[in-house]
């Protein structure tokens, strides 16, 4: 975690010469974070090097979602060539270690979050996201197929795979995509903003590969996290709440089991790619929640087939008994 080279000049160039820089964060991309301390002041340094990465759907999104009420950080300095951004700090009070620490608030916490979504789902999306539909659900589910299933010396069919996925997500896919989808909606990326109250003190962050998509999906992401256990009575209302607030329909419900199970299935993939293709074993921690979340999903009656082929094709043994007792590998 050490600053990019052109740190000084980007912040020299910003107003910000002389400050302190020390890092706050990297994640499973190849952005980094780093608090700018000056005066008293403090703000956020970006780096998104290219080629890996590109900042401006980042400042797309950013502008799109303080454009409608909703707190995103502000851009305060940019260098586009570089893949340097200077943001607004929304400080160090983060959802995740905030509910941990007071699970008498989770309720009031989680209602916040989902009432965010609530509003975000009363705008029309911006222009130029891609939709996140049946082609792209089905592609990312066999990240299972393609990294978990060799990892745990299971030989699958990919293509009837793919093909039960089609048959589950169909219907979902036909009511069509129409809401902006933030994709990474969970507890460690929120920040509770101190001063602030309603939707600004819910702090965005990590929005920027938002798609169109379907309205369950960022809903599923926030309830079912793979960082952290949400209590099933909270689960329960806060989809209660969505669907009263949103007038959703009857199938609501069935969508929100079924892109969860997509979504949990793809996420098992990833961290499994993260671990083998990537050096980040660490991730292997998260598998054992991510099993319990998907055995969720396949309980619901609508997910009667799917359940069927795991039933077939991938044994207890190669599920969460796999990682029982393994934090990383």
């Not at 903003?193 to 960022?218: C, N, T």
Request: glycine share 6%; aromatic share 10%; charged share 25%.
């Amino acid at each position: 975690m050490i600053p990019p080279a052109a740190t000084d000049q980007f912040l020299t160039e910003a107003g910000w010469g002389g400050a302190l820089v020390s890092p706050l964060a990297g994640d499973a991309s190849f952005r980094r974070y780093f608090r700018v301390e000056l005066n008293g002041r403090t703000a956020v340094l970006m780096d998104a090097p290219p080629p890996h990465e590109d900042p401006r759907p980042f400042i797309r999104m950013a502008d799109y979602l303080c454009g409608i009420g909703l707190a995103a950080p502000a851009i305060l300095h940019r260098d586009l060539d570089q893949g340097l951004l200077l943001i607004s700090d929304f400080g160090s009070v983060r959802m995740r270690e905030t509910v941990d620490a007071a699970p008498e608030r989770e309720r009031e916490i989680y209602k916040a979050v989902v009432n965010v979504l609530i509003e975000l789902h009363r705008h029309a999306p911006p222009e130029g996201l891609k939709t996140h539909g049946l082609e792209a659900w089905v592609d990312e589910v066999c990240l299972f197929t393609d990294w978990y299933c060799p990892a745990v010396g299971l030989d699958v069919d990919r293509e009837a795979f793919r093909a039960i996925w089609a048959e589950v997500l169909g219907p979902i896919d036909a009511l069509g995509q129409s809401v902006t989808e933030l994709r990474d909606y969970h507890a460690e990326n929120i920040m509770l903003v101190e001063g602030k109250s309603g939707h600004a003190h819910i702090g965005l962050l990590d929005f920027q590969d938002a798609l169109i998509g379907h309205p369950a999906y960022d809903l599923v992401s926030m309830l079912e996290d793979a960082r952290r256990d949400v209590s099933p009575s909270v689960e329960r209302e806060m989809l209660d709440h969505y669907v009263r607030a949103t007038n959703s329909p009857a199938s609501f419900e069935a969508a929100y089991w079924a892109l969860g199970a997509q979504r949990n299935t793809r996420i098992i993939g990833v961290f499994t790619r993260l671990w083998k293709r990537d050096g980040k074993p660490h991730y292997t921690a998260f598998q054992s929640r991510m099993w319990g979340l998907l055995e969720r999903n396949l309980a619901h009656p609508s997910m009667k087939r799917l359940k069927e082929w795991f039933h077939a094709n991938v044994p207890q043994s190669s599920r969460a008994a796999h990682w029982m007792g393994r934090e990383t590998i």
